[in-house]
Nanobody
């Protein structure tokens, strides 16, 4: 069973930066998609960004375009989310997620989820 371990959440002030990392293990290499969702208290879950392993295509939600950057490293089992120019509305629990196959957009139907890492942005 695929396992995901997230790290890098924390608290920052408006305009600050954070880098989230997620490492996947126990999966079959090849065409995979990894990405991030977030969910703030009282809101619906939102797909933030996704990245494909095979062709490295990335997708970002409109709400984070130009501020967040998702990337997968050479080993392909790790995905990073570089978050710059953070805003209070970015405050949420961020979840790493995984699926086999293509991403197809910033909010694919993932099959495996991490436990989440909290991000808090204060004014």
């Amino acid at each position: 069973q695929v396992q995901l371990v997230e790290s890098g959440g924390g608290s920052v002030q408006v305009g600050g930066s954070l880098r989230l990392t997620c490492v996947a293990s126990r999966y079959d290499p090849g065409a995979t998609c990894m990405g991030w969702y977030r969910q703030a208290a009282g809101t619906e879950r939102e797909g933030v960004a996704s990245a494909a392993a095979v062709n490295r295509i990335t997708y970002h939600a409109a709400s984070v375009e130009g501020r967040f950057t998702i990337s997968r490293d050479g080993a392909e089992n790790t995905v990073h989310l570089q978050m710059n120019s953070l805003r209070p509305e970015d405050t949420a629990m961020y979840y790493c997620a995984f699926k086999y196959g293509r991403c197809g957009g910033p909010s694919p139907e993932y099959t495996t989820w991490g436990r989440g890492t909290p991000v808090s942005v204060s004014a």
